[in-house]
């Protein structure tokens, strides 16, 4: 009996070392995984949080290896609990391997490639990006992931949403400086206006394309009409719509519409917005730099008609339809002709009639006995 007791106290004793095991388990190891400074990177910062750690590239470039904890803790990665040889993956064990990098940059272009791993989608992109292609020609200085989003310390990317182009600034500094001055930077910058354009929403963001080339020109309409042409943002600002249909149904529009069609990689001369507007220099029309302000309209037109006389811009309406209070002549001679147009329409139409009910009256006629 005493044997049976002592077995069975055993058996219970194993029984709740088990279940302690197991409370262990689902209490502790949760908390441990959480932690954004994994145990491997605890070993790699066992060196790297060194501030003086550094190497020497053969191109003379000081190349510091110092990592903080701080950043790694506080970026996208690090709150995801992703570990160094995530991305480090030929530098799992010390001492590490020979690197054979001429440069920082060397360095830098052959890392980033590690990106791939987990968003392959955004990294095919890129590869048919105009900073791919300028790369591919042998400029190194193209952007790359790490560029834009950074080694240590990533942080989403559009949070506050002006980090899109201070982020391009780095390499754009002068684009910039002009953008944070229109109309749409300073509502982006000093008002903190989440509904302006930033850089990549017209040049796109991995899949940046040349602005320079005809396919791009000719979509430029439809660009800006992605917000010129939504009602209810530019009734937010109490702007008009009617700028991308009456532009549609303009000389203007309408050539810039065929060529996309038909010729979209052939470059042509119609004016698009950014012709009249700017490009990054755009600025509201009662502003004295804006290129449509009144005073510098004539100007503008000049660069595609130059021979425009003074009165050029006397019968330019703008983007706004023709009324009785903005252009009471127009009005009155829109008003007549579009009234006079289908009268005389309809009177050749009856006139034609009437002729052929004639011609058929009198064949009739002549074919009588």
């Not at 989403?156 to 002068?174: G, L, N």
Request: hydrophobic fraction near 30%; aromatic fraction near 10%; charge should be neutral.
């Amino acid at each position: 009996m005493t044997t049976y007791n002592f077995q069975r106290l055993k058996i219970s004793s194993l029984t709740a070392g088990i279940i302690v095991l197991l409370l262990c388990f689902v209490f502790i190891t949760p908390a441990r995984a959480g932690q954004p400074a994994q145990e491997t990177d605890k070993y790699c910062l066992s060196c790297h949080s060194d501030s003086n750690l550094s190497m020497t590239m053969p191109s003379g470039e000081k190349v510091s290896l110092f990592v903080s904890l701080d950043s790694i803790e506080h970026s996208v990665h690090g709150k995801l609990g992703m570990e160094c040889e995530a991305c480090h993956t030929n530098l799992s064990t010390f001492p590490h391997p020979q690197q054979n990098f001429q440069s920082r940059r060397d360095l830098s272009i052959s890392l980033y490639q590690a990106c791939q791993k987990c968003h392959a989608d955004n990294y095919e992109k890129t590869k048919d990006s105009y900073h791919a292609k300028i790369a591919a020609e042998g400029n190194k200085n193209a952007a790359i992931c790490t560029d834009c989003h950074g080694y240590h310390d990533i942080q989403v990317p559009d949070q506050p949403r002006s980090r899109i182009s201070t982020t391009c600034s780095k390499c754009h500094a002068e684009i910039y400086n002009t953008y944070k001055e229109s109309v749409h930077g300073s509502a982006l910058i000093n008002e903190n206006n989440q509904d302006v354009p930033v850089c990549t929403d017209c040049h796109g963001v991995h899949n940046i394309l040349d602005p320079r080339t005809a396919n791009f020109r000719v979509q430029t309409p439809e660009m800006c009409a992605r917000c010129h042409a939504d009602k209810t943002l530019m009734d937010k600002y109490g702007l008009s719509t009617d700028v991308y249909s009456l532009y549609k149904t303009s000389w203007h529009g309408v050539d810039i519409s065929v060529y996309k069609a038909r010729w979209p990689t052939i470059w042509h001369d119609s004016a698009v917005c950014s012709d009249c507007h700017g490009t990054h220099n755009i600025f509201k029309t009662d502003d004295p730099r804006s290129e449509v302000n009144p005073k510098n309209l004539l100007q503008t037109c000049r660069k595609c008609h130059p021979d425009a006389g003074p009165n050029w811009t006397g019968a330019w309406t703008g983007h706004n339809k023709i009324s009785l209070q903005r252009t009471p002549m127009l009005f009155y001679v829109d008003a007549f002709y579009s009234s006079f147009t289908p009268f005389i329409l309809w009177i050749c139409i009856i006139y034609v009639v009437l002729q052929i009910i004639h011609a058929i009256v009198d064949r009739f006629r002549s074919n009588l006995p």
